[in-house]
């Protein structure tokens, strides 16, 4: 019999999440570690991993799978490791895949968070029918998965696909990788609330209602809210945000020639207040041979925003 079943890890610097994926591309199950509670230890992580994995299969029935895919800061695919990310404790290289192989004797794909949504969008999303898309994830951080001929673009070394640090604006916001101007100052959640601060800052009559919010209560989605409900700032916050994402849509778009863009994340969630601008400066941007044939869409993920890290990691599998 074959198996119908995979598991999905999305391995984060505060949890990790577990979950059993099904053919229809459902998360059925899941449960979480503490991903700091582990310190450096990442042998003792990588054993409560496989007993987790174990645990929640068992209470399914479950005796076999597919493998386990999954989606870590930093994941390399081609070494299976995650390598000296920033946001965890693990220090230098984490075998992952080699270490869970061995425990498990299932195969265990490793990569990084953006390249599984992209992935999950093949096998179960909106790309199901697609062989060539680019998938945009905004949240903390903007990342970016890549497929060309149906397969993830990884690169020389793992690391292909990192949009988020396309400069935009040479000299422009300073990024958390130590250069000027990247996609991510501007379109991540943080990137958001920064150019929401610095238009009510331009605009001394502003008195609506994010004037009103404490600092740690502006966020991306408030942002959002204020947005829909027609407030001028908000408006012009999300109009800039289309802006920027629709140069770099444009700049991607001249790199593999797409049958379609997808975002997914946080931001997203404004919906038209940031498609339409989005929508606008790529149609102002993009080279006109890709717009020869009708334009290229920028979709909203089809995949449940709440579980696509874990449905992505367990699309990996089958690769
Ligand atoms: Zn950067």
Redesign the pocket.
């Known amino acids: 019999m074959n198996p119908i079943y995979s598991v999905g890890i999305d391995i984060g610097g505060t949890n990790t999440d577990i979950g059993i994926v099904n053919e229809a591309g459902q998360c059925i199950d899941r449960c979480n570690l503490s991903t700091p509670a582990y310190g450096d230890n990442a042998e003792l992580y990588m054993d409560d991993l496989v007993k987790a994995i174990n645990g929640l299969l068992q209470k399914h029935g479950i005796t076999e799978i597919k493998g386990v895919g999954i989606g870590a800061p930093n994941g390399n695919y081609f070494n299976g490791t995650i390598d000296n990310a920033p946001n965890l404790k693990f220090k230098g290289e984490v075998k992952l895949r080699d270490t869970l192989h061995a425990k498990m004797g299932v195969k265990v794909v490793v990569t990084n968070d953006a390249n599984a949504a992209a992935y999950g969008e093949k096998i179960y999303g909106g790309g199901k029918n697609m062989n060539d898309f680019i998938m945009f994830t905004l949240g903390t951080g903007v990342g970016s998965g890549i497929i060309v001929d149906g397969k993830l673009v990884y690169g020389h070394d793992g690391f292909a696909g990192e949009l988020?640090?396309a400069i935009v604006f040479p000299g422009g916001r300073l990024?958390?990788?130590g250069?000027k101007g990247?996609l991510?100052?501007y379109a991540s959640a943080r990137g958001i609330v920064q150019t929401c601060r610095e238009l009510m800052a331009e605009d001394k009559s502003y008195n609506g209602p994010l004037a009103q919010l404490s600092a740690d209560k502006l966020d991306s989605r408030a942002i959002g809210e204020a947005a829909n409900q027609g407030d001028p700032i908000a408006l012009k916050v999300f109009e800039y945000t289309g802006y920027v994402l629709g140069i770099a849509i444009s700049n991607a778009v001249t790199f593999s020639s797409p049958e379609a863009i997808f975002l997914i994340g946080g931001p997203t969630k404004a919906g038209d207040v940031l498609f339409e601008p989005m929508r606008k400066s790529f149609s102002e941007h993009v080279l006109p041979i890709f717009e020869k044939k009708g334009k290229i869409p920028i979709l909203l993920s089809q995949l449940n925003a709440n579980d696509v890290a874990i449905v992505g990691a367990a699309a990996l599998v089958n690769e």
């Open positions: 988020g640090h990024c958390s990788c250069r990247c991510e100052e």
